[in-house]
Every structure is written in structure tokens, then in C-alpha cells.
């Protein structure tokens, strides 16, 4: 089946650890997103990425990191910079001029 | 930057009912979206507009693209138990915001059998 994957379920990290979400897909779509959802909040968007090779930074990118090696693949790392990092990520790909976008079912990240 | 005002933040009713939420922009947009999401998964694509004035319908669901081009509205109708969750609008303009979508901050929508 068609889809974004996104690995693992639900993830925990260590105070000082960096630790990397998955996501994959196999839409063939050219555009790949990164989305932070707290409690009660909107998505607020982390970094984007139009084109292998290439990504942007969004609205709230500090403290994280990107990849886009592979068009089927944009891994989001949580570094330790990033000092409140517990929350709902949601990755997104998109294709063409009208930009819908569909999501992965999401990793919910928590702090030891 | 563009912002999406999403009302009502959150709705109780009771199983039967209908459900009215919109979303106002400061800007225009060409393409508007309405997405569901469920606890702990992620948003699902419902309706998408593409044309001032257009009216979509999806089983249930009836959505509306603003004649100003910066409002839209959802509908639901005979609302059922499992209509429960989170309800984002979603604007775009691809002259304005490249592949970026505006996302509303969600109606969080509960429904009593």
C-alpha cells in the first residue's frame, strides 16, 4: 500500500542524547514535511524539504536536524539542543503545484 | 505571516446534531484544506478546495471556499459518535508561501451518544 511510514511508535531520550525520527515514503511525492503538535496546539512546522539534496528551515527549526539523501526518505533528528523536545512529530509529503498534504501517523517523543 | 483563525476552539454536542466551524485568514489563499485528526494519529485529508465559492460535499461533510478567498467553512451533519477528534483548516498559496501550508490551531470537536 501507498503511504508515509513514519518509526517508531513512540520514542524515549535521555537528557543529552540525540535521538532520529523516521519517515518514509512511498508516493513518490516530491516534498517532504516536518510538524511539531503539542497538547491542545496546531502543527507548527520544524523543516521542509521540496527536492532531494535541498530542505528549509521552518518556524521553529532550532534544536533540530535534517536529511534528504533519498526522495523516499526525510529523517528529523531531536539534538540536545533542543531542551523541551516531548512532543507529537508529524511528517507530511506533498506533490505538485496544489501542495495537499498527506501525513504519517505520527512519533510521540518523551524525556526520561 | 499569514495567520489562520480557527472558531470554535472546541464543540460538545450531542449525537444527532449538526456542526458548523470556519476558518477567517488575513490573507488570500487559492487552495483551502480540511483535515480530521484522531487521538494519538495523524491529520486525514477530508475535503479540498480549490475555487472561490466552491462547495464540496464528502458523505457527511459539506465545505465551503470563501467568495473573499479568505474564509472557508465545515459542516457536519447527524453527527455520530465517531465524528470525535481534532478538525484543522489548512490554506495555501503558492505565490505567498511556496510549498508551505497555513495550518488553523484546530476545533476540537467532542460528541455525546
Known amino acids: 500500500d501507498g503511504g508515509i511510514t513514519q518509526s517508531p511508535k513512540y520514542l524515549f531520550r535521555k537528557e543529552g542524547q540525540n535521538v532520529t525520527l523516521s519517515c518514509e515514503q512511498n508516493l513518490n511525492h516530491d516534498a517532504m514535511y516536518w510538524y511539531r503538535q503539542d497538547p491542545g496546539q496546531g502543527l507548527r512546522l520544524i523543516y521542509y524539504s521540496q527536492i532531494v539534496n535541498d530542505f528549509q528551515k521552518g518556524d521553529i527549526a532550532e534544536g533540530y536536524s535534517v536529511s534528504r539523501e533519498k526522495k523516499e526518505s526525510f529523517p528529523l533528528t531531536v539534538t540536545s539542543a533542543q531542551k523541551n523536545p516531548t512532543a507529537f512529530y508529524l511528517c507530511a509529503s506533498s506533490r505538485g503545484m496544489i501542495n495537499i498534504q498527506y501525513f504519517g501517523a505520527g512519533t510521540r517523543l518523551s524525556v526520561l | 505571516g499569514q495567520q489562520l483563525n480557527q472558531s470554535p476552539q472546541s464543540m460538545f454536542i450531542q449525537e444527532g446534531e449538526d456542526v458548523s466551524m470556519n476558518c477567517t485568514s488575513s490573507?488570500?489563499?487559492?487552495?483551502w484544506l480540511w483535515y480530521k485528526q484522531d487521538p494519538g494519529e495523524g491529520p486525514v485529508l477530508l475535503i479540498a478546495?480549490?475555487?472561490?465559492?466552491e462547495l464540496t460535499s464528502n458523505g457527511r461533510l459539506t465545505a465551503q471556499f470563501g467568495i473573499t478567498r479568505k474564509d472557508s467553512f465545515l459542516n457536519i451533519s447527524a453527527s455520530i459518535p465517531s465524528d470525535v477528534g481534532i478538525y484543522f483548516c489548512a490554506g495555501h498559496s503558492k505565490e505567498t508561501s511556496g510549498s508551505r501550508l497555513t495550518f488553523g490551531e484546530g476545533t476540537q470537536l467532542t460528541v455525546n451518544p
Open positions: 490573507s488570500i489563499f487559492n487552495t
Open positions: 478546495l480549490y475555487k472561490a465559492g
